[in-house]
């Protein structure tokens, strides 16, 4: 039996999904599969991001851009939209049950010193991290019952 299909969306599919996508698979890739896509993907990863996520043990490296398009003939459990931009353009997936909107600021925007712009990588992913890590926990109690 496959399991459940969670997509995390956001508009560039560079930053914030990627993060998501990273931090729900090290939390709960064993209960759910993660994917991560955007509604007009940037077509890179974000060099910042991948190393925010190094920093915390998570390797995001091999994570590619992708349009949400690629995923409307796959049955997706769960929608997870974590910018307000997706939220407006997400389509609904054959087999959807639940959406989530948990909308973040987008790092990539961030401007400063080289320094100020990680500090806002690392505020981003840590914010996050915490949401993910308590949806990821909520899975497993649910799980348990």
């Known amino acids: ?8 969306l956001c508009t560039g599919n560079s930053c914030r999904s990627h993060l998501a996508e990273g931090i ?7 209960l759910v599969e993660v994917l991560s896509a955007g509604s007009k993907p940037a077509g890179y990863v974000h060099p910042k ?4 996520m190094q920093e915390i043990g998570l390797d995001i490296s091999a994570h ?15 929608v997870i939209t974590v910018c307000g931009n997706a939220d407006q ?8 049950v639940n959406r989530h909107h948990w909308r973040f600021d987008d ?11 990680l500090a806002e990588f ?12 308590a949806y990821a ?6 799980r348990a019952l």
């Open 122 to 133: 690392r505020r981003v992913r840590d914010e996050i991290r915490k949401v993910f890590t």
């Open 49 to 52: 991001a991948v190393q925010v």
């Open 24 to 30: 729900l698979r090290a939390a709960a890739g064993d």
């Open 1 to 8: 039996m496959s399991k459940p299909s969670v997509l995390i």
């Open 107 to 117: 790092p990539a925007h961030a401007i400063g010193t080289e320094e100020q712009v």
């Open 64 to 78: 590619t851009s992708k349009h949400m398009k690629e995923f409307l003939d796959r049955p997706i459990t769960t």
């Open 89 to 96: 353009a997400c389509p609904v997936y054959p087999g959807q």
């Open 137 to 142: 926990a909520g899975l497993r109690e649910g």
